[in-house]
């Protein structure tokens, strides 16, 4: 049975209950392990990857804990999106079906290898496309589908695999908040091609980096070719085989990230933890609508969104960062300011010269961005609030946190 909260007090200030930040030490996990592997790694003198060992220890490691074949690591979790598209090789003007809820670095990657971003409306639950969704907008030019895995929530793998199957349509997997996460008891990142983000404020870091991975060996090959400018180094007869950058990680990076490795389950299982008392002290509260992930799904909680209803908490999300903001708790309303396609990248198609290439080689549809066909992205958009999340926080951080949620809702209700 949920606990109806009581009307709050003012709770702590924030010098009494500091939050950990991800983005300092105080929520990160970086320590002793992390620090003995960099000292190997600059001990050996090899820092790069090509002839170094830690990025393909880091590599092997990360596969064999998701249970899956390859693992290509590389610059950036935008790099492994990009390693994913480039592997499936579209041709100029082939689409791509995406999310209009996520970070651009998950898009620029389909424009960069002349493909064009379609995007499916989202669940305005879990703010993840889903099989209907993506089956509403494939047309005969559909060369794959990215599916976000958005603040850790899983979308429902399942249907949309069953799409991808019938309609003989690859899946690139966005993992990059969602480490650990399941749908219907498989991992994500497992059923199609999964990327993941080594970034500052991800379940493990190593400042900038991402991963890859696949059961595909002849999507891995391409992958790692594509992160070394196409070139193979195991090659008798090396060549630069197509087009590619180089999206190499350094053995610096890969000592960090291997020490980090050891440490995501624990560092998942904190942020669940944690995020079921958040749950259990917010339930109740009117206007608050709290996450959840679907039914057989199993959340990763890279950060806790709350879906906050205006009509019951004046001003929304907006008004209730700005209470929360003056007793010292960061927070973000709409996570992204607006959906992708209203970016001006997107919008006004600045992308190489004044070509607007490759939006010139595009159906008329494909280019449909009418609000009325997008209502789960603008409803999710209006309402969510993204709250602070890592694996540093302590029982006392969320009980302030929740606290402070509470007398914020009471404040703004009560015209405060």
Request: proline share 6%.
């Amino acid at each position: 049975m949920v606990r109806r909260p009581m009307r709050s007090e003012r709770p702590d200030t924030a010098a009494s209950v500091p939050l950990p930040d991800d983005q300092n030490a105080s929520g990160r996990s970086l320590g002793r392990e992390e620090a003995a592997l960099l000292r190997e790694a600059l001990r050996s003198g090899t820092l790069t990857s090509t002839r170094g060992r830690f990025v393909r220890a880091f590599e092997q490691r990360f596969a064999e804990r998701l249970g899956i074949a390859h693992a290509v690591a590389c610059a950036s979790g935008s790099a492994a999106v990009h390693c994913a598209v480039a592997a499936i090789d579209p041709e100029p003007g082939e689409e791509i079906i995406t999310t209009p809820i996520t970070d651009m670095g998950a898009i620029a990657p389909i424009l960069f290898q002349g493909a064009i971003p379609v995007f499916a409306d989202v669940c305005p639950c879990t703010y993840n496309v889903t099989a209907e969704t993506i089956s509403a907008v494939i047309s005969s030019r559909t060369r794959a589908i990215i599916v976000t895995h958005l603040f850790g929530c899983p979308a429902d793998m399942a249907s949309i695999m069953a799409l991808s199957i019938a309609r003989g349509i690859p899946v690139i997997e966005d993992c990059a908040q969602a480490y650990l996460a399941e749908s219907q008891g498989s991992l994500v990142g497992t059923g199609g091609t999964g990327c993941f983000s080594l970034q500052q404020g991800k379940h493990i870091t190593c400042g900038e980096g991402g991963v890859v991975v696949t059961d595909d060996a002849d999507l891995s090959r391409r992958m790692r070719l594509f992160v070394n400018k196409a070139w193979d180094y195991g090659d008798p007869r090396p060549d630069h085989r197509f087009l590619a950058p180089n999206y190499r990680l350094s053995e610096l990076q890969g000592a960090v990230a291997l020490g980090q490795l050891g440490k995501l389950d624990a560092n998942v299982a904190v942020r669940r933890e944690n995020a079921e008392l958040l749950s259990r002290l917010l339930g109740g509260t009117p206007g608050i609508g709290l996450p959840a992930a679907p039914p057989g799904c199993l959340h990763s909680w890279w950060r806790y969104c709350l879906d906050v209803d205006p009509q019951v908490i004046p001003g929304g999300p907006a008004a209730l960062a700005a209470e929360l903001r003056g007793m010292g708790i960061a927070s973000a309303p709409r996570y992204v300011q607006k959906p992708a396609f209203e970016c001006a990248v997107i919008r006004e198609r600045r992308t190489f010269g004044n070509s607007q290439w490759p939006f010139t080689l595009a159906r008329r549809q494909a280019l449909d961005y009418r609000r009325e066909r997008f209502p789960g992205a603008y409803r999710a958009l209006a309402r969510i609030l993204v709250l602070p999340w890592n694996e540093s926080y302590r029982k006392r951080h969320v009980r302030r946190l929740a606290s402070a949620i509470r007398h914020a809702c009471d404040a703004l209700a009560a015209g405060r």
